[in-house]
């Protein structure tokens, strides 16, 4: 089986380092307007008829940010370890991102027209992010167990030149 | 738009966004057919879902299995936190340390000399008292008491209890599974055991279980204060009751009890495309009954099932296990009599009477109406309200929910937030926000513009006080003239006489022109003084109980009660009575001036007592002016008046059947 590029790799390492930064951005940006709604104890996140509501922001501001911090650790490891098909690769990388979209947009929208019982009807956005999400993993660590191709083992250091 | 429309947008939005992704990693073709089968899966599970959500409702609620309230906490968590903090939940609990209001620690209540010991054996709970073989022994020997043995206790176990807010009831399982009433309970606010006869209005009694001897909880307080009632009686083969095996779907007035059975409920509501479905109907949900989504009558009647005065039609009711067939959404009248008088109570339960019959008024000792047919006691608002004319000409307008919320409501009154003002009326009667001193006649920031002082006064009694009639109506004279209900004027103007009341109320634009005659007492002598005199125990407790009103204190003046009020205690038979009668004068004394008296003390320490309180009173003569007390020269009651009035005195035997 054929490995991917290594400029492909390269290519997606820095769609996906700039992607995590810029998702955590977003979502600790999210965890701060979060603990601002605490602390100007705003009725419509803190009224116990919003607990819903508060539950699934908070949901969002974490999914997001971990999803993020998952972009960046596999931007890091991408160009190091593993062995892709390119195809393969692209795919992963294109679930990835849809997750980090889809999982906490669900949360989030969830929590804006809820009742007491169940959220509004995007948070099935959720469940289709977490599928994506899933896969993805899957394929990655599916990738992880096998070693980048000619790579036989641990190098020893080359011998002194002459 | 439905659960199954929601989601093909949605997943179709997502394949919009996803389908050139997978296109360019897949290629075309692949790609079309990866996305579509990701996403059909998606959409082919939540139809599936969808589909099989039944939405009609359950086709014979009887067959509807129960739903504890712990099941409805996991989607309802704010309703069911808000009805946790009621009173309505802890109606009925089994005797656990979470529960026990009373003191048992090793505490003793002494009544008439006969001493209840209250202590823990392990776990459990004891009242040790009065047997009740003895107490009826002593009761029947009357005169003869002196040749009666020395009291003999038993000891029972605290099995449950009744009531957490105001009085706490103790209950004791006897093996054949009745549940008797202990003739010594708590009184959770003066934090003191109390005997059964000082705790609901009865006269002084020999008879140490008058008040319990029949209380059996099997057929009275299982049905009103549990959920899912089921009396369950077991007869022997001569037809006599030998046994209960009553159930309850749960302890207390639990969500079941407004909502309806809610086992279908539940189970229908696993499935999150049916909740959805629901959510975006609007519709409500036919698996569980919303008291807010039914006609008014029906809606009032679920409150009126325990706020009303129900005898059951027999016919409608399966005399075998005698379970309760109302469920929330009924028509109350299809299984159960209204009555209105003890009279017509006893015609249908010897069935007797039909619906269609004239009404039978109430007698002078009726328990429960006074003479113009408004409830005097509680658990009958249902009755009070349907006979006001805000009900009967609201047409659908006024409900008990204009006023109550068992939700977010004070757990106090059950009083939706803002009620306790005039806001309340002024839902209808928003006119009177500009003109309210102009109707009233009193300052705007007086007791007296409060519109439920004088059309919702403290008319009914129970639990060792005085509440609010829900009868709301003009206050006239007429209305108690005879009819035993004090007038709603005199209860704040405590020192006036209903011919002061009478004029005043003559002065109202919408007055009647006929002047009442009145005799020359009631001219002349305040009519709380007439009342507490003359009156019998209903009309005694009431009037009595106005002395603690704030609104009265202000408007009546303070300083003659002491002196009319220790006098007229001496002659009090009813422990009520001179139970409120001591907490109005200590509302306005403290302890330090108005006490020690105990109103459940025996005959001669009491009247030690009220007269020492009566000198201490006596050494501050009355110094205002007053022109309706008989007051003589040197600000003292007029004995002579007093002593002829208490001789005019209508006293019999009665109680208030709360």
């Known amino acids: ?162 | 738009m439905s659960a199954l429309g929601w989601t093909l947008l949605l997943l179709l939005g997502v394949a919009l966004v996803v389908a050139p992704q997978f296109g360019s990693v897949l290629g075309r073709k692949r790609g079309l057919w990866v996305g579509a089968a990701v996403l059909g899966a998606f959409g082919g599970a939540w139809a599936l879902l969808d589909r099989s959500a039944a939405r009609l409702a359950p086709t014979s609620w009887a067959g509807v299995p129960s739903s504890p309230s712990d099941s409805c906490q996991k989607c309802h968590a704010d309703h069911y936190e808000s009805w946790h903090r009621t009173y309505h939940r802890t109606m009925t609990r089994e005797a656990t340390p979470e529960n026990v209001r009373g003191d048992f620690a090793d505490a003793v209540h002494d009544y008439q000399g006969l001493r209840t010991r209250f202590f823990r054996e392990g776990d459990a709970y004891v009242m040790e008292t009065i047997d009740p073989d003895w107490a009826l022994s002593r009761a029947r020997a009357g005169e003869a008491a002196h040749s009666v043995p020395p009291p003999r206790h038993a000891r029972y176990r605290v099995d449950r209890l009744v009531g957490s807010h105001w009085l706490q009831e103790c209950l004791h399982r006897q093996p054949n599974g009745r549940y008797i009433r202990l003739p010594v309970l708590y009184h959770i606010a003066e934090r003191r055991w109390v005997h059964t006869n000082g705790a609901f209005l009865a006269p002084d009694t020999d008879d140490f279980w008058q008040k319990s001897r029949a209380a059996t909880w099997n057929d009275t307080c299982l049905y009103c204060h549990n959920t899912g009632p089921s009396k369950n009686p077991v007869r022997d083969p001569r037809g006599q009751v030998s046994e209960f095996k009553s159930t309850v779907a749960e302890l207390g007035i639990a969500c079941e009890a407004c909502h309806g059975p809610g086992g279908e409920h539940v189970r229908r509501n696993h499935n999150p495309a049916r909740r959805f479905d629901l959510q975006q109907s609007r519709d409500g949900d036919a698996s569980i009954v919303n008291p807010l989504r039914l006609s008014v009558p029906r809606r009032d009647e679920i409150c009126a099932r325990c706020h009303g005065a129900l005898v059951p039609r027999v016919e409608a009711w399966d005399l075998v296990s005698q379970r309760d067939p109302f469920v929330p959404g009924m028509d109350l009248a299809r299984i159960n009599f209204f009555f209105r008088s003890e009279a017509e109570q006893a015609g249908f339960a010897k069935r007797s009477r039909a619906q269609s019959d004239p009404p039978i008024p109430p007698t002078p000792t009726d328990g429960r109406f006074w003479g113009d047919g408004t409830p005097l006691t509680t658990a009958l608002e249902y009755n009070g309200m349907a006979l006001s004319a805000c009900y009967q000409k609201g047409q659908g307008t006024m409900s008990c929910l204009s006023c109550h919320e068992m939700h977010p409501g004070d757990p106090n009154h059950m009083l939706t937030p803002g009620m306790r003002s005039n806001e309340a009326c002024f839902q209808c009667h928003d006119s009177y926000r500009e003109r309210l001193t102009e109707h009233t006649r009193h300052p705007a920031d007086s007791p007296g513009s409060q519109c439920f002082s004088c059309h919702m006064p403290h008319q009914v009694y129970s639990l060792l006080t005085t509440h609010r009639s829900h009868r709301i109506e003009n206050p006239t004279i007429e209305g108690s003239l005879g009819t035993g209900k004090p007038h709603a004027c005199n209860l704040c103007h405590l020192d006036k006489s209903l011919g002061w009341t009478r004029d005043e109320l003559a002065r109202w634009p919408a007055a009647t022109r006929k002047r009442p005659v009145l005799s020359e007492d009631e001219e002349r002598v305040s009519a709380a003084l007439l009342w507490l005199a003359r009156g019998d125990a209903r009309t005694r407790v009431v009037v009595i109980g106005a002395f603690s009103e704030p609104a009265a204190r202000r408007a009546a003046g303070t300083e003659w009660f002491g002196p009319f009020v220790t006098r007229l205690l001496e002659h009090e038979r009813y422990p009520a009575v001179r139970y409120l009668g001591h907490r109005a004068l200590l509302a306005v004394h403290g302890e330090s001036r108005a006490g020690p008296f105990d109103y459940l003390g025996r005959p001669a320490t009491r009247l030690e007592q009220l007269r020492a309180l009566r000198e201490r009173f006596d050494a501050d003569p009355v110094r205002g002016r007053y022109d309706f007390l008989p007051l003589t020269p040197r600000g003292l009651p007029d004995e002579a008046v007093l002593r002829r009035l208490l001789e005019l005195r209508t006293d019999p035997d009665l109680t208030i059947n709360e």
């Not at chain 1, 996906?16 to 601002?36: A, K, N, P, Y």
């Not at chain 1, 490891?77 to 991102?97: C, D, E, K, M, Y």
């Not at chain 1, 899957?138 to 030149?161: F, H, K, L, N, V």
């Open chain 1, 1 to 162: 089986m054929s490995d991917a590029q290594p400029d492909l790799r390269r290519r997606l390492a820095h769609r996906h380092h700039l992607i995590g930064w810029c998702g955590l951005l977003v979502f600790l940006s999210l965890g701060i307007g979060l603990e601002t709604l605490h602390g100007l104890k705003l009725g419509f996140y803190l009224d116990p008829e919003h607990r819903l509501r508060r539950l699934l922001w908070t949901l969002a501001h974490a999914h997001g940010t971990l999803l993020a911090v998952v972009n960046i650790a596999f931007a890091a490891g991408l160009t190091q370890f593993g062995r892709w098909n390119p195809r393969a690769l692209r795919l992963a990388s294109i679930l990835l991102v849809d997750a980090l979209v889809l999982l906490p947009l669900g949360f989030f929208l969830g929590g804006i027209g809820h009742t007491e019982v169940d959220p509004s009807p995007w948070v099935l956005l959720v469940p289709v992010g977490a599928a994506f999400l899933l896969i993805s993993v899957a394929m990655i660590a599916w990738s992880a167990a096998r070693p980048i191709a000619g790579d036989s083992g641990p190098r020893s250091e080359p011998p002194p030149g002459p």
